[in-house]
């Protein structure tokens, strides 16, 4: 079956530093990857996504790309705002969306 | 805008009596999912609709019902909520043309308190 890995949280960080949540999954065959963020008390919006191997998924200065080699699909931001405060969700999709647990992020300012 | 619209976005209801969640979109997607989101966890998927057809997910408990009227609505029963029922009930939609991954679009949620 699918599974994913994130890593924890929460992740704390001071404004404009740098970013990264790790994730990799496991898979038969070539999912297509997603990353989903979620604000407090708020449904989940569509981050950006990766359809194929080495595809660059980008959005609000977030980039993850496709890494079939290390089945991976970290997500990075170069300069985090108060704002990106959430929890972030990798999720590929073979048949369904398979959610990591999440990862929590703040951001002080 | 196009999006997906979920009321009420808070519900209160009372163990044991039955309660509906509703979910609309304009996106006209022919994919609606509900899925349950306990605090600090992923969503897990309840069942969705495939235009008419209805797909549960194997673990989804038998007190969990959906409707879809039409396109545009979709319907979540909990028959007889417990206490373990209380969560966020997320709706999603998507277009499945039977090729490549359909991307899914979330709706705000509805927080179901069970007193």
């Known amino acids: 079956g699918n599974s994913v890995t994130q890593m924890e949280g929460p992740v704390t960080l001071s404004e404009e530093a740098f970013l990264t949540i790790n994730c990799t999954y496991t898979a038969t065959g070539y999912p297509s990857l997603f990353w989903y963020v979620q604000y407090p008390g708020e449904g989940l919006q569509l981050l950006l996504k990766?359809?194929?191997?080495?595809d660059k998924g980008s959005n609000k200065g977030f980039e993850a790309t496709y890494r079939k080699e290390t089945t991976s699909f970290h997500l990075e931001k170069g300069s985090v705002q108060v704002s990106d405060s959430a929890v972030y969700f990798c999720a590929p999709h073979r048949g369904k969306l398979q959610f990591g647990a999440g990862t929590q992020v703040v951001v002080t300012p | 805008d196009a999006m997906v619209i979920q009321n009420p976005r808070y519900q209160v209801t009372q163990f044991g009596k039955p309660v509906t969640l509703s979910c609309s979109q304009t996106l006209n997607h022919n994919v609606m999912y509900w899925y349950q989101q306990k605090s600090s966890q992923a969503p897990k998927l309840l069942f969705h609709y495939y235009d008419k057809d209805f797909n549960n997910e194997a673990d989804t408990p038998d007190n969990f019902q959906s409707r879809r009227p039409n396109t545009s609505f979709c319907f979540l029963d909990i028959r007889s909520p417990g206490l373990g029922d209380a969560a966020m009930y997320l709706c999603?939609?998507?277009?499945?043309?039977?090729?490549?991954?359909?991307?899914?679009?979330f709706g705000p949620g509805t927080r179901l308190t069970v007193l």
């Open positions: 999603a939609t998507s277009r499945r043309d039977g090729g490549g991954t359909d991307t899914q679009y």
């Open positions: 990766a359809t194929k191997a080495d």
